[in-house]
């Protein structure tokens, strides 16, 4: 609860309140809301591997027409239930949250049937495209969760630039953080943005290739660093550290990499102590 309370940038009345909160015995009505909650997100997963499997187990024995109507009539069942509902329901919401997934698996079926000449890019983003005006409808961060990873896929399988991925999951990062939770959770695009942006600046830094790639990492070591230090979001500067000290570290293995000795080693394994000494003592005198 304190490391929550830190990252939220809680006052001292407010974390007061949540700990009274938290060591409070949940009544009749909790217990009832949480397996709700819960009970419907389970049944949602499990819709869909069932559906999943009761289709592989029968996929073979079903024309193209069948499995059309398949999916479709799921789809659409979906759909209207989530109508009827009203998306104020948290039912109806997980209803249209798989059936944007299901969107994907009738494309998937469709290039399966009538495939092309095209090699699959082209219709991740029409699945990307169509479900966006749903995930906008619900702003429910499960969808938004489902259509970030959509739209990575979409890009990854378009692309092989790491730099114009990891800038657009910072884009998508600094929606979610200023719409927040009508744009989803802010973790999702900013662990994209970390393993994209320092996986690309650590082959900059070994290989010396690619300099545009340790640029975009420090336009977000600079972006997201401020944000956090202004918000006091400690998880995220801890994270930023951490990436700091990936980079400053593979710096020091490959000007060290021609040695013939061990010192190497000794220098590494205090340069890595004393970074991560920095990074704590920083985090911990780090004003609330």
Not at 143 to 166: K, P, R, S
Not at 190 to 211: K, N, Q, R, Y
Not at 240 to 269: C, H, K, P, Q, Y
Request: glycine share 8%; charged share 10%; with cysteine.
């Amino acid at each position: 609860m304190a490391s929550f309370a830190d990252r939220e940038n809680w006052s001292v009345d407010a974390r007061v309140r949540a700990y009274a909160l938290a060591t409070r015995p949940a009544d009749a009505a909790e217990w009832a809301r949480f397996l709700d909650q819960n009970l419907l997100a389970g049944s949602a997963l499990a819709f869909v591997s069932g559906a999943s499997f009761l289709v592989a187990a029968n996929w073979s024995l079903l024309g193209a027409y069948g499995k059309f109507l398949l999916l479709g009539g799921l789809l659409l069942g979906l759909a209207l239930s989530a109508w009827r509902l009203g998306l104020q329901q948290l039912r109806a919401r997980w209803a249209l949250t798989v059936s944007c997934g299901l969107v994907g698996a009738l494309l998937a079926l469709y290039k399966q049937t009538y495939p092309g000449q095209d090699d699959g890019h082209l219709l991740l983003w029409v699945w990307a495209g169509l479900t966006l005006p749903w995930t906008l409808l619900l702003r429910f961060e499960p969808a938004w969760a489902l259509w970030v990873g959509i739209a990575n896929l979409a890009l990854a399988a378009t692309c092989e630039d790491a730099q114009l991925i990891g800038m657009l999951n910072l884009a998508w990062w600094g929606l979610a953080a200023a719409y927040r939770p009508r744009f989803g959770w802010t973790q999702i695009p900013l662990t994209v943005c970390w393993f994209t942006l320092t996986g690309a600046a650590l082959f900059s830094v070994i290989d010396m290739h690619e300099p545009l790639a340790f640029v975009a990492w420090a336009v977000w070591v600079a972006v997201t660093g401020l944000y956090a230090y202004r918000n006091r979001h400690k998880g995220t500067l801890a994270a930023v550290g951490f990436s700091i000290i990936l980079l400053v570290t593979a710096a020091l293995l490959r000007g060290t990499a021609e040695w013939d000795d061990m010192n190497w080693l000794f220098i590494l394994g205090v340069a890595v102590t004393v970074q991560v000494s920095a990074l704590i003592y920083f985090l911990r005198r780090l004003p609330e």
